[in-house]
């Protein structure tokens, strides 16, 4: 029996999952170098399947084009179309094959001209719905995936684009939809492993997705990750390469800390807390497909591809008493709710937090002090207004009757979280990240501890944000590791 399952296991087909983001596709340099290291994995997996993001930018180009629209500015959007048209035709005329470049080239134009007339409606209506923005910002995916897979083509590998409107089924949360999972699945086993047994490398557009009606939905900014590990999850991948434009996760973000270092291990719920308290080097979702299946993740440099990168399982490399790394998210508001009227009475929490919710609302973080008198909660600030409304609608009898004394909001915060599974049961943790940031004099708004015991988090002014996050990371990261 064991020997049978050894056999197996021998005649399983390996397959590896690659996803490369927008600077690894920004330009023909860089696609050269992802296929590249497409043609030399294929020598050695036995099926390969790849997830491109669009060019680094276009995804922005095309919501501002739609930006345009709205204030009206046909001048702005045309002249962003030209400049969308010549990128990728210059991308065509240095990687695709000869005898394909024409054709690409009107592809390229069919798209473009689904843009224009997008645009075009959208300034005779003056607005744009979720389901428009979708429409919209799934095009750059669509153009890029032709490009990417005929410049493997011209590397010598067989190779096919994939529109995952066909392929990732989610809700009609449009823009940052739901993927239904047994749906997904079904699909993508249905229309990859026929692609993949006839020796092709299907290159599929990353961040977008569709209906059950086939209508164009997006996974949120940043998606493509995303997108990666479910494919991954449904094909059972041996690995999944997330390929960066740095050498992998970071103990900070390196923009904001020049000397942050590379992380070589990392487990599962380290990297997910990294990744939802801001760590941008993946969307926060991307962990969580690959999860049940125990698949690694690699992320990796495009450029350099040598460097092992960083290696996500469930094992984690953390020691006790020792910090992973230090995230920020920025842009967001908090809310502060007083009262000594709010002392033991039931249900002002459940109150507070359901007028959050009916805006739809995403709580980032909540402190409630233990003399039970104040909660604050995070969330983003282009969302204040909505929330701030609600809560006086929600909460005016307490607010009349002075049980609340005021519900204040500070705009512009920034939390700050640091992550890592070495500061479970090690008591004095936190005190080191408070005193990290009160040698610089900075202030905490607000504190709080993640339930895993794997974070803590403070909120801070956005003009103190960087200080803080360097501070904590030379004290806490580079000096206490
Ligand atoms: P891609 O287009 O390849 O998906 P992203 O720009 O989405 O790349 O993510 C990579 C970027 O994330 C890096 O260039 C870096 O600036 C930023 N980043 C933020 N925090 C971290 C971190 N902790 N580790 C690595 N990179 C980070
Ligand atoms: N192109 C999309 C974005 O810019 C998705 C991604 O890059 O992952 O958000
Ligand atoms: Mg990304």
Redesign the pocket.
């Known amino acids: 029996m064991a020997g049978k399952k050894v056999q197996d296991a021998q005649e399983a087909k390996r397959l590896l999952l690659v996803k490369?983001?927008?600077?690894?596709m920004g330009s023909p340099t860089a696609q050269q170098q992802a296929a590249k290291i497409i043609s030399d994995q294929a020598q050695l997996w036995d099926n390969v399947v790849v997830v491109i993001?669009a060019m680094?930018g276009v995804t922005n180009s095309l919501i501002a084009c739609a930006d345009a629209a709205l204030q009206r500015r046909e001048d702005q959007y045309s002249t962003i179309i030209t400049e969308l048209q010549t990128r990728h035709f210059e991308a065509i005329h240095a990687l695709a094959p000869r005898e394909m470049q024409a054709d690409l080239c009107a592809e390229i134009d069919s798209q473009l001209a689904t843009l224009k007339a997008f645009c075009d409606s959208i300034q005779v209506m003056g607005e744009v719905t979720a389901r428009g923005m979708d429409a919209i910002s799934c095009l750059g995916e669509r153009m890029n995936a032709r490009i990417f897979s005929a410049c493997l083509q011209q590397a010598g590998l067989r190779s096919q684009p994939v529109d995952a409107t066909e392929l990732i089924v989610t809700d009609d949360n449009f823009q940052n939809a739901r993927p239904l999972l047994d749906e997904t699945c079904q699909k993508v086993n249905n229309l990859l492993p026929p692609l993949l047994e006839d020796g092709i490398v299907p290159v599929v557009t990353g961040f977008i997705a569709g209906t059950p009606q086939g209508i164009p939905t997006t996974l949120g900014r940043?998606g493509?990750?995303y997108s990666a590990s479910l494919l991954a999850e449904c094909l059972d991948a041996s690995e999944v390469w997330?390929?960066?434009?740095?050498d992998?996760?970071?103990?900070?973000?390196?923009?904001i800390v020049p000397d942050?270092r590379v992380i070589p291990q990392l487990a599962y719920d380290e990297m997910s807390e990294?990744a939802y308290f801001?760590?941008?080097?993946?969307h926060p979702k991307t962990i969580q497909p690959i999860v049940a299946k125990n698949i690694p993740m690699r992320v990796m440099n495009t450029f350099n591809p040598q460097h092992p990168g960083t290696r996500i399982t469930k094992h984690s490399s953390a020691l006790r008493g020792k910090l992973t790394?230090v995230?920020g998210i920025k842009n967001l508001s908090l809310f502060t709710i007083e009262g000594r009227g709010m002392l033991g009475v039931p249900g002002i929490a459940a109150r507070t937090f359901g007028a959050v919710a009916t805006q739809g609302a995403s709580v980032l973080m909540i402190s409630q002090s233990s003399s039970e008198q104040s909660i604050a909660f995070v969330v983003p600030s282009d969302m204040e207004r909505k929330v701030q409304a609600s809560l006086q609608h929600d909460l005016s009898v307490e607010l009349e009757r002075a049980d609340i004394n005021g519900i204040q909001i500070q705009s512009d915060v920034v939390i700050i979280t640091v992550i890592g599974s070495g500061m479970r049961k090690t008591p004095g943790i936190s005190a080191r990240v408070f005193n990290a940031v009160a040698k610089e004099k900075i202030n905490v708004i607000a504190i709080a501890q993640g339930s895993s015991e794997y974070s803590i988090s403070l909120v801070v002014t956005s003009q103190d944000a960087k200080l803080a996050i360097q501070e904590i990371h030379r004290e806490v990261i580079i000096n206490g590791n």
């Open positions: 490369f983001g927008g600077t690894s993001s680094s940043g493509s990750d997330n390929c960066t434009d740095v992998g996760v970071m103990t900070a973000d390196p923009s942050a990294m801001g760590a941008k080097v993946l790394c995230t």
